[in-house]
């Protein structure tokens, strides 16, 4: 996946908030996952991947509808907006432990 800046979690939060609050961690999970396979498939071709775009969060979280960008004020933006860092977090320490 490609380097995870601010945007990227903003776009994949705003997924999430669209997405019905049971279903959020496993989208989260399996949009970066999309991301992986997109930049594998970038890094490979050349090319975009078909489905999931260039390989950043950002790309793999456009895929679907987006709630309009709320401030930090809003509870469930926060909630999304941890569940996508924690969710990094938790990839990085898994890395780092293969």
Known sequence: MRPVLHGDVSAAARA??????????SLCRRMLS???M????????????PL??????MAAARKRVLAD????????YCR???????ALID??????RN
């Not at 997109?38 to 991947?49: I, N």
């Not at 999304?80 to 924690?86: A, H, K, R, Y």
């Open 52 to 57: 999931f775009g260039n390989g950043s969060l």
């Open 16 to 25: 999430l908030l669209h997405a019905p609050a049971g279903t959020r961690r």
């Open 38 to 49: 997109a930049d594998a498939h970038v890094r490979a071709t050349g090319r975009l991947h």
């Open 69 to 76: 960008e709320p401030g930090f004020d809003d509870p469930g």
């Open 34 to 36: 999309e991301a992986e």
């Open 91 to 96: 990839r990085q320490i898994s890395r780092a």
């Open 80 to 86: 999304c907006f941890e569940i996508v860092l924690s």
